[in-house]
């Protein structure tokens, strides 16, 4: 079985190139295109964010809680890499949709919980993310919620039945701002450890490549001259985003069937810079500057010793 390409590109599956003309299922799906000066975080409880709205930061479509920031509130809160593997050691990721679901999972459950991620890098058969949650019960609730809804929708994808990811996860907590900058550099470069890559941007899946840029593996998405289906597409995805729901396989089948060839990548970079769970501006304060960090984690390669069970959690 194929799984994501060794290139960091997507593989989508033959059915990847159908076309549909007709938008109404969209609207019989319940999605509903909405404006940009629309009440976009209501539905979801989300409070409108503004540029001096001292309770948010960040660049993503929706804020992430700026109590990070805060020495008193940071103190209390704790790093952890997790790491979890397929329960059969089998390949999880065997397209370019099962990835942007995921990655959509861990975007929208962490701003439900207030977890702040640091880095994270899907591999075909084991994922790794670094965060910063309150506490162990935050990290044990924000690992259960996204895998168990994962694998929920994964399993109805590729009908099958049973623990998609290996329990109990792995979590190593990381004292100090060294230990924390080692493991963004150790799960940034595991593509390239892996030979997939020769550098931490050649790779889609770590995300890294768009803390520099909205539109990495691809010429950018010029909106106001893309096709009008296009940019449809593009409203409901940051419709979907705006209400606090992750991307449904159904939503991204319609999307891509909607691409022209020269359109996938586009549309790829758009929705993973929209979903992007990575918080560029943490990451920054560790290293200084985007390149900085790019320079230090490039030269570094390395691996971990200090995984640690937690908990079981179910699938």
Known sequence: MKGLLNSGELFFDNNFFRYHED??????????????????????????IEANNAKYHGTGSIK???GFNNKSV?????????????SDRSIVFKSGKDAIVFISIVKVKAIKLGILVYAICL???????????????????????????FAK?????????????STPFGRAYKKTDKYIRNCICYINNNPVEAHKTKTIEEYLWNLFSFSNS????????????????????????KAELSRGRHLAYELLDE???????NE??????????????????????????????SLAINANTGSEYEIAEDDIIQT
């Open 123 to 149: 591999m075909d058969n084991h994922i790794h993310m670094l965060v910063k949650a309150r506490d162990k019960s935050s990290l044990h609730r924000f690992v259960t919620d996204y895998t168990s809804l």
């Open 23 to 48: 938008l109404q299922q969209f609207h019989n799906a319940g999605f509903q295109p909405i404006e940009a000066n629309n009440a976009k975080y209501r539905d979801a409880g989300f409070q409108p």
């Open 153 to 165: 929708l994964y399993n109805k994808r590729h009908n099958r039945s049973g623990m998609l990811f």
């Open 64 to 66: 992430t809680y700026s």
């Open 214 to 237: 909205s539109h990495p593996h691809s010429e950018p998405l010029n909106l106001s001259k893309a096709r009008k289906r296009i940019r449809f597409c593009c409203r409901v995805l």
């Open 74 to 86: 940071r103190s209390k809160f704790a790093s952890y890499h997790v790491y979890q593997r397929s």
């Open 255 to 261: 999307v891509f069937s909607s691409a022209e060839k």
């Open 264 to 293: 996938i990548s586009q549309l790829a970079d758009y929705i993973l810079n929209l979903y992007n769970p990575v918080d560029y501006s943490a990451v920054k304060g560790l290293y200084g500057n985007m390149y900085k960090a």
